[in-house]
């Protein structure tokens, strides 16, 4: 994927920008859960690495694409689906959207660069408020603690709005009132963004990791709510991923980490869950029932 959105690329160069969308009921309700269970349980690691690293390289590729790609999301967005809209240079959405990064749902976390996406948003959201501020301010410390929530929870928006306020959406991204228009809306603003000389972002290495302390206070918390018997035990393993990957790992704090870092990560830790046995429970609950499982 990654080659076929690079530069030299004919499939580039034909165009002035690109919208993903869908024509069915919803824009994506995440990745092949039944495909995963069983490979898992036939302990086909490789494959499933291969498989999340392959998704890796396609969301980056839309990051990276040196023509802005405009993410037009609908109805359910879960999941990988999700991840590919967080990845686009902007998102034209319909105001009727279910948004959410679920993983943890099923005992997993995201893995195709959401969680990752995630800690650059903190990251961001926190320069906003205080550009000179260090890694461990106040400001980073709240804008990190809501999107741990936002995916630990697996929080899912009941509209484009709160999709905005759980930090899915951001301030420069539109909302279509008119399911109908939503594409003609999508490629509109590709356009606009391709006139305006569209220079797209490089893979990041100067990433400054919010690091051990501030992973330190969000275990603390997840701690805190299981003594208060909100959470299982399992729960607390899979928030504690999350916080691992969203903080850069233990480590110094404004520690300078690469995207591939935290991507890298996101895997590591996908992969360990993948051989728990609760998170195999839960996979196969949510496939037989619809519902998730609280064990």
């Not at 408020?129 to 804008?143: F, I, K, N, P, Q």
């Not at 399992?234 to 935290?262: F, M, R």
Request: with cysteine.
């Amino acid at each position: 994927m990654t080659g076929t959105l690079g530069p030299e690329s004919g499939a580039v160069r034909d165009f002035e920008a690109f919208v993903i969308t869908a024509d069915g009921g919803n824009f994506s309700v995440g990745a092949n859960l039944m495909q995963l269970l069983l490979s898992a349980q036939e302990g086909e690691w490789d494959e499933v690495e291969f498989a999340v690293r392959a998704f890796q390289r396609m969301t980056s590729a839309i990051k990276f694409c040196p023509r802005p790609v405009v993410a037009a999301p609908f109805g359910f967005c879960f999941g990988g689906g999700c991840e590919m809209a967080l990845h686009a240079a902007r998102r034209q959405a319909h105001a009727e959207l279910y948004m959410g990064l679920v993983e943890t749902g099923v005992g997993l976390l995201p893995a195709g660069g959401g969680t990752k996406e995630m800690t650059l948003h903190a990251l961001d959201a926190a320069a906003a408020v205080r550009e000179s501020g260090r890694v461990e301010s106040v400001e980073m410390m709240e804008a990190l603690r809501r999107n741990f929530e936002t995916i630990a929870m697996a929080k899912v928006s009941t509209s484009a709005m709160e999709a905005r306020r759980l930090g899915l959406l951001g301030p420069g991204d539109r909302i279509a009132m008119n399911r109908e228009r939503l594409l003609i809306d999508a490629k509109d603003m590709a356009r606009e963004i391709a006139a305006a000389g569209y220079a797209p972002p490089l893979p990041r290495t100067d990433i400054p990791a919010p690091g051990e302390n501030i992973l330190a206070t969000l275990k603390m918390g997840v701690y805190m709510m299981r003594q208060g018997e909100y959470i299982s035990d399992h729960d607390v393993k899979v928030a504690n991923k999350v916080a691992h990957v969203l903080c850069g790992g233990a480590i110094t704090p404004g520690t300078p980490v690469s995207e591939q870092y935290l991507l890298d990560l996101e895997r590591e830790a996908f992969l360990s869950l993948c051989g728990e046995k609760k998170t195999l429970e839960r996979i196969a609950h949510t496939l037989k029932s619809g519902k998730p499982l609280r064990n």
